[in-house]
């Protein structure tokens, strides 16, 4: 076969596709079903894990969380972190470790703030700049404070951007001066916006302030030093197993407790983060296999069509053997026209699928992604499913003995 | 081509010339459930270039069979068949399609044009499988048309023209690769008398040109067309006469 028996090869695939249009049409349903209900599918699937990404992302990498462990006092026991045995010399002493790159103590507690007739209430953050480094949070306006803030306990504070917004509208609150707990604090950064955490808390509604600062002014605790967690990011994923065990065996030294139960938790936020990613991966993957099953069904249909096509044209595939058509001409004529049906049912599936994710987004209000990816992929899959149902029909048409065809009514 | 060229010239063809056809002891015996059932039981036959015969014979006498074989769509099962100088049986599948499309035209009762396609594309189907550029397929089909006085219906479909206008058309589609040889099984079963004698007018004017033809027919005065008679009965060749009253005269008017 050479290209100048595709064209007019092409043309009569059409043709026989086009002499009986509602028998096509129903068996290219089949396709654009399939090939549809795949591209959506993946597309709120993947949908789904980008957006899980991005949570991901913005939550910071290679993170750890040690909490203080709870409090027993006369038999009522109080929840994780309440017991006053993390200090923020653990965190220092953390920081030291092989392969951490920052470890941020924290105190936090829920306090009014005013800003001239506004007034609003969120977590305030005392911690060290270390915190920043760890969540990979950008200051959008002014500048965060560093360690000489801390260790001097200035009163200064950055905002995250929706208590901006709240308490300064558009203005830049830069440089203002506003009251936490009724102190004034002066304002000297807005942190870039973040968006939802994985568990769906807006994280811009939130101040920072250092985190002697915080101690002093805000919580007056009475255990000198008590941060109520550490926030611990190691170099890289590999050295996280290092980081966790050395962090460990740190604070058991530190805590003198020889073998006595932990008082701190340990927990990995990146492996919570990345279950949640396989989650959404698992579920893009299920939701695309049962997809495929639809496929599966509408390459049965072309099989079932081509058959009855290679039946009905028996008598023209005797004519066009005893002039002169070898068994693969016959073969490549029935293979494209099965690709052909395939090829444009996909076609239509890839529209329908894209159309119905946006669709899905639209009324739904659900992340979807049709990628390039996805779309090759339906197409790719369309044309082996043309291949591999249309290789039997053409096949039994190739082999027909020309003098049975000729004679066939 | 010379002797064609020579033909078109004005003189006789040369039934003397070089063999299109050579079989000699030719069987042919088909396995069914019941056992081997024998067609064919040693035919000799040799056709040479120019020439014009007609096969005929009762139902069951094996000329059907006979003429599967010639066209190298049915394998013989002793003997030996020489078409156009080559061992048919040496060839495999796609050497036989290559001689049936370049060396062979066929015609049959039924005409067997596609229906859903023009007569020019009808025309044109064996340039396809020859791999004959589409400028050049237009060409030849329409030139093939008009030879058989058709060229007005190109754009037409076989359902819009008459039964003797297919057959026309077929002949066309049979001479569309310049074959040497055309086999034609029964090609005025389906005619009524006026077109018959039309459609083997058409027959006799291109034997005039050279072009060697076999011819199956169970009408006498449709044989009395060809040169010559060969008669088949119970699988054996019993009769090979030139016709001695022809029913061609030459070109009509």
């Not at chain 1, 506003?178 to 973040?194: D, E, H, M, S, Y």
């Not at chain 1, 805000?218 to 550490?230: E, P, T």
């Not at chain 1, 890289?236 to 604070?251: C, F, N, P, Q, Y």
């Not at chain 1, 949640?276 to 049962?290: F, H, Q, Y």
Request: net charge neutral; proline share 3%.
């Amino acid at each position: 076969m050479n290209q100048r028996m595709i064209v007019p090869m092409l043309g009569e695939a059409w043709h026989a596709i086009g002499a009986n249009r509602m028998r096509a049409f129903l068996t290219m349903l089949g396709m654009m079903i399939g090939v549809g209900a795949v591209v959506l599918m993946l597309a709120v699937g993947q949908g789904a894990s980008a957006a899980v990404k991005r949570q991901i992302e913005a939550m910071g990498s290679h993170l750890f969380v040690v909490l203080a462990g709870s409090q027993q006092a006369g038999g009522a026991r109080t929840g994780g972190g309440n017991a006053t045995t993390l200090t923020s010399d653990d965190a220092y002493a953390i920081r030291e470790l092989p392969g951490v790159t920052a470890a941020a103590p924290v105190v936090m507690g829920s306090y009014q703030l005013i800003f001239e007739s506004n007034n609003w209430n969120t977590q305030v953050f005392g911690t060290t700049p270390d915190y920043l480094t760890a969540r990979d949070w950008k200051i959008a306006d002014g500048a965060g404070f560093d360690d000489s803030d801390v260790q001097a306990a200035r009163r200064v504070a950055i905002l995250g951007a929706t208590t901006a917004k709240n308490l300064f509208g558009d203005a830049s609150p830069v440089g203002q001066v506003l009251r936490i707990k009724n102190a004034p604090f002066t304002v000297i950064g807005v942190l870039a916006p973040k968006g939802q955490s994985l568990d769906g808390r807006d994280q811009d509604d939130t101040v920072m302030v250092p985190l002697n600062t915080a101690m002093r002014t805000l919580s007056g605790s009475r255990f000198r030093n008590a941060v109520r967690m550490i926030m611990v990011q190691a170099e890289s994923d590999g050295a996280m197993a290092i980081v966790e065990s050395g962090m460990k065996d740190l604070l058991r030294e530190r805590h003198r407790l020889n073998g006595v139960d932990d008082d701190f938790f340990v927990s990995n936020l990146t492996a919570v983060a990345n279950s949640a990613a396989e989650t959404a991966k698992t579920m893009s993957l299920l939701l695309g296999a049962i997809a495929s099953v639809s496929l599966l069904v509408g390459g049965i249909g072309i099989m079932n069509i081509m058959l009855v096509s290679v039946t009905e044209r028996t008598r023209e595939i005797g004519i066009r053997m005893a002039i002169g058509a070898r068994q693969k001409d016959v073969m490549a004529q029935f293979m494209l026209e099965a690709l052909m049906l395939s090829l444009t049912g996909g076609l239509i599936g890839v529209a329908l699928g894209a159309g119905g994710a946006y669709a899905v987004q639209a009324i739904w209000q659900t992340a979807v992604e049709v990628t390039t990816q996805s779309i090759v992929l339906a197409f790719v899959v369309s044309a082996v499913i043309g291949l591999f149902f249309g290789f039997y029909p053409a096949w039994k048409a190739a082999r027909l003995d020309p003098i049975e065809a000729l004679r066939y009514q | 081509m010379s002797a064609r060229e020579a033909d078109q010239a004005g003189r006789p063809p040369q039934p003397d010339g070089k063999a299109v056809i050579a079989v000699s002891r030719l069987t042919k015996t088909y396995s069914t459930q019941a056992g081997p059932v024998p067609v064919l039981h040693g035919i000799d036959f040799t056709l040479r270039e120019g020439e014009f015969a007609a096969v005929m014979g009762p139902s069951g006498s094996g000329k059907s069979t006979f003429m599967n074989i010639l066209g190298c769509l049915d394998h013989l099962t002793g003997g030996r068949y020489e078409l156009a100088g080559q061992d048919v049986e040496a060839l495999d599948n796609d050497a036989l399609a290559s001689l049936r499309n370049r060396v062979i035209g066929f015609v049959f009762q039924g005409f067997n044009l596609l229906q859903r396609a023009t007569l020019e594309d009808n025309v044109a189907l064996p340039l396809v499988y020859a791999g004959v550029d589409r400028a050049t397929r237009r060409q030849r089909a329409r030139d093939m048309l008009a030879k058989v006085g058709l060229a007005k219906y190109a754009q037409s479909r076989p359902n819009q023209i008459s039964g003797g206008q297919q057959q026309r058309v077929a002949i066309a589609r049979a001479l569309v690769n310049e074959p040497r040889l055309i086999l034609a099984d029964e090609p005025t079963g389906n005619l009524d008398s006026k077109t018959s004698d039309e459609v083997m007018d058409l027959f006799c004017a291109l034997n005039d040109e050279g072009i060697s033809i076999v011819l199956v027919t169970h009408e006498l005065d449709i044989a009395q067309y060809a040169r010559r008679l060969v008669r088949f009965h119970d699988g054996l060749l019993v009769e090979d006469t030139p016709v001695l009253n022809r029913s061609w005269h030459g070109v009509k008017p």
